[in-house]
């Protein structure tokens, strides 16, 4: 390897290495594919250049959002009550998503949230019907 090959290695590295990226991307997502986190920056850096190393963590972060909410999506099987029932519409679906994200940032546990919002999706699904109990 050359002299300038290795510089950009290391700088590269460094990027890898800082506390945001390390704790924010790194090592989560090292833990999620169960490789070591030099293993997951051997493929970082083999796939980024210096630019998108740079620029990825605020990248990584907007996305954070919008991860969350898929799971929220399935974990609250808002697919099937909004989009092939359609019996939640798309304003309340999007309302409880928000709201159990706004419990998680607040510091309250996934599971916790996530069952908070269980009992906010039946107590809607219970006030809007459509038809009376027979």
């Given amino acids: 390897m050359s002299k300038e090959e290795n510089l950009l290695e290391l700088m590269k590295l460094r990027i890898l290495r800082s506390f945001r990226w390390e704790n924010d991307v790194v090592i989560p997502l090292s833990k999620e594919l169960n490789i070591e986190k030099e293993e997951l920056e051997n493929i970082l850096m083999g796939h980024l250049d210096m630019s998108s190393l740079e620029n990825l963590h605020s990248t ?19 697919s099937w009550l909004s989009d092939i029932l359609e019996i939640v519409s798309e304003e309340d679906k999007n309302e409880i998503k928000l709201d159990v994200i706004k419990e998680i940032s607040n510091g309250k546990k996934y599971e916790d949230a996530l069952n908070e919002g269980k009992i906010a999706l039946v107590s809607l699904l219970n006030e809007t019907k459509i038809f009376e109990d027979i």
């Fill in 60 to 78: 990584f972060e907007s996305v954070k959002h919008s991860c969350l909410m898929d799971k929220l999506n399935f974990d609250l099987n808002l």
